[in-house]
């Protein structure tokens, strides 16, 4: 049986000492790829396609179109403290990374009902600053395809189009960089 191992953020770990026994006190979840429907079970494999929906800061994309580029995608909504907490970090990585065959796409899959109006989303983006490019996924088919559970969500997906490192919950914000740079320098 394959494991992986992934950090977790403290507010993560507070929602899965109920659904996960097997939780270190350290922090660090040890998670076979069997478990049902946890994201980690994607790791080494090749990232599933986005589907479509409006676009926000860009004309529209499919991650096969990315290939030889390193690719954040991040599962968030607005409403959600957690995702708004991480957007000045992967701002940043926007701005720091540009043009080095780097891209972020920001996955918007609502909580809840009202964050499914597309002139509210847009007026979020530009409230919070969220400088990259953002489709939405009211029905749910991209987060289903990602078997996703939680907001906010990373994946970094190298330029094989291989998802190599997911982070759920904000924090470990140095470690996803490191993920990132390590990626930007293969070949």
Not at 35 to 45: A, H, Q, V
Not at 65 to 76: A, I, M, S, T
């Amino acid at each position: 049986m394959n494991t992986i191992n992934i950090t977790l953020s403290a507010g993560i770990l507070l929602l899965l000492m109920g659904g996960y026994t097997h939780l270190k006190s350290s922090g660090t979840a040890h998670i076979t790829q069997d478990d049902e429907g946890f994201t980690g079970r994607l790791i080494g494999k090749k990232a599933p396609e986005l589907y479509e929906g409006d676009w926000i800061n860009s004309s529209g994309h499919k991650l096969s179109d990315f290939r030889g580029k390193v690719v954040l995608v991040e599962f968030w909504t607005y409403g959600c403290y957690n995702c708004r907490n991480t957007i000045p970090a992967i701002n940043d990585w926007q701005k720091k990374y540009e043009g080095k065959n780097f891209l972020i796409i920001g996955v918007h899959t609502p909580e809840f009902d009202r964050e499914k109006n597309l002139a509210s989303l847009r007026q979020q983006v530009a409230q919070l600053d969220v400088q990259y490019a953002v489709v939405t996924d009211n029905e749910y088919r991209t987060w289903e395809a990602y078997h996703q559970q939680y907001w906010p969500t990373l994946y970094v997906i190298d330029k094989q189009g291989i998802i190599r490192f997911v982070q759920i919950g904000e924090g470990n914000y140095e470690e996803t960089e490191r993920m990132i740079q390590l990626l930007i320098a293969e070949r």
